[in-house]
Every structure is written in structure tokens, then in C-alpha cells.
């Protein structure tokens, strides 16, 4: 355990389903990010959250709605995705500008 | 855009051996550098990190070296285990700059004969 929890591992959803992605940090970090991780590509952040106020939206299609409700929780709401946006999602927390803790990701499959 | 890239997506090495993994970044502000270890079904792990007041530092079997001059990083792993199996990846950032951003290399897979 990293200290970065991430539910579910695994997800699999229709193109016109609702679902979230959670995660918890229990290191006492001020930022949370979303990265997303596809076969044979860099890592793709998606969203910054620092103290909970989002600062980096990395040009994310509007089906991905992030929330971080406090600095230890951070959620990534999904809705209308495409086979495309399979991949690993991964949730990663820091403490300022040190290296990142990540979680284990959730291994996300559209249909 | 700037950009942090990794010269081999795949290294064979045979246990014991040494491995060294090398990374290109482009960003000459860029003053803090990460090695990340990713294994199976796991989220990248923390390795070893260098600022560029250093040259080299080293871990447990591992080194990581910087060249400012040429912007290169390589990590360096001794004596090579099956545990260390995995895609390594190396990210940058400039402290300077304020951004909770790093850039990420694409990956170089480490596989390790036995």
C-alpha cells in the first residue's frame, strides 16, 4: 500500500453509463491529480487539485467530471465515454512540489 | 512543446548484470528529475530523485545520473534482479515554475533473463 487508495481496480461500462472512480490519500498531501495511462503513451495528467481548488485542467473532454470535496478525497465522475477513454486511470498525491505517491489505478474498459 | 523521452522502449538484461536506462529531456529550466519503477498491475512507484545541483546520486543498486549540458538522465541499476522487472519512467519539472505539472517519459520496459 502506497498510501494512495484507489476504487475500483477494475471497471468496465456502456457508453451511456454513470460512473466514479475514487480516491482516498491518507499522507497528509496537498495536491491530488488524475493521470490518465494508455498503451505505449507518456502520462496524461488530467486534473490538478491543490487544497482542494482545482488549478490545471489539462484539456479534458467535459465527460469526465473531476470533484475533490477535501485534500485527502478526490473523485472522477464519468458519463457518455467513448471506447477510447479505456485505459488506466491513475490518482496521485503529493506533498507540494514534491514526487508524486501513486495508487494502483483503476483499470477502466468502455463498451 | 517541451517534452521528456526515453531513447528505448524495451531493455533485455541477464540477472546480475548491470542495467542502464536513459532519458532525453528538452526543457532546460527544468531543475527536479524523478526515476519511477511501474510493475504489473501497479501504479508507478517512487525510485530515486536528483535536483540539478547534482550531478549524481545514488540509492540502494541504483544511481541516477544528469547531464545538463546534453539534458540527459539515466537511471543505473546494479546487479540486475527479476524483481526489477518493470516499465521505468523518468519525469521532470521545474520547481521554480511553481506547477504541480511533471512531464513523463513514455516508459522503457526492463526485462530481466534468467
Known amino acids: 500500500e502506497t498510501g494512495v487508495t484507489q476504487t475500483p481496480r477494475h471497471l468496465v461500462m456502456g457508453m451511456t453509463n454513470k460512473k466514479s472512480l475514487k480516491c482516498e490519500q491518507h499522507?497528509?498531501?496537498?495536491?491530488m491529480y488524475w493521470y490518465k495511462q494508455s498503451a505505449k503513451k507518456p502520462l496524461e495528467l488530467m486534473f490538478v487539485y491543490n487544497f482542494k481548488e482545482q488549478t490545471e485542467n489539462n484539456s479534458v473532454p467535459s465527460r469526465f467530471s473531476p470533484e475533490c470535496p477535501n485534500s485527502s478525497h478526490l473523485f472522477l465522475h464519468l458519463h457518455t465515454l467513448q471506447p477510447e477513454d479505456s485505459a488506466l486511470y491513475l490518482c496521485?498525491?503529493?506533498?507540494?512540489?514534491?514526487?508524486?505517491?501513486f495508487g494502483s489505478g483503476t483499470r477502466l474498459t468502455v463498451v | 512543446g517541451e517534452s521528456v523521452g526515453l531513447h528505448l522502449p524495451t531493455l533485455s538484461v541477464q540477472e546480475g548484470d548491470n542495467s542502464i536506462i536513459n532519458c532525453a529531456y528538452s526543457?532546460?529550466?527544468?531543475?527536479?528529475f524523478i526515476w519511477y519503477k511501474q510493475e504489473s498491475g501497479k501504479g508507478p512507484q517512487f525510485i530515486i530523485d536528483?535536483?540539478?545541483?547534482?550531478d549524481k546520486r545514488q540509492g540502494q543498486r541504483v544511481t541516477v545520473l544528469l547531464n545538463k549540458t546534453v539534458k540527459h538522465l539515466s537511471l543505473q541499476i546494479a546487479a540486475t534482479q527479476p524483481g526489477d522487472s518493470a516499465v521505468y519512467f523518468c519525469a521532470e519539472n521545474s520547481v521554480n515554475s511553481g506547477t504541480y505539472k511533471y512531464i513523463f517519459g513514455t516508459g522503457t520496459r526492463l526485462k530481466v533473463l534468467a
Open positions: 499522507l497528509g498531501h496537498n495536491a
Open positions: 536528483i535536483r540539478s545541483n547534482m
Open positions: 526543457n532546460s529550466a527544468s531543475d527536479y
Open positions: 496521485a498525491s503529493s506533498q507540494y512540489l514534491d514526487g508524486y505517491t
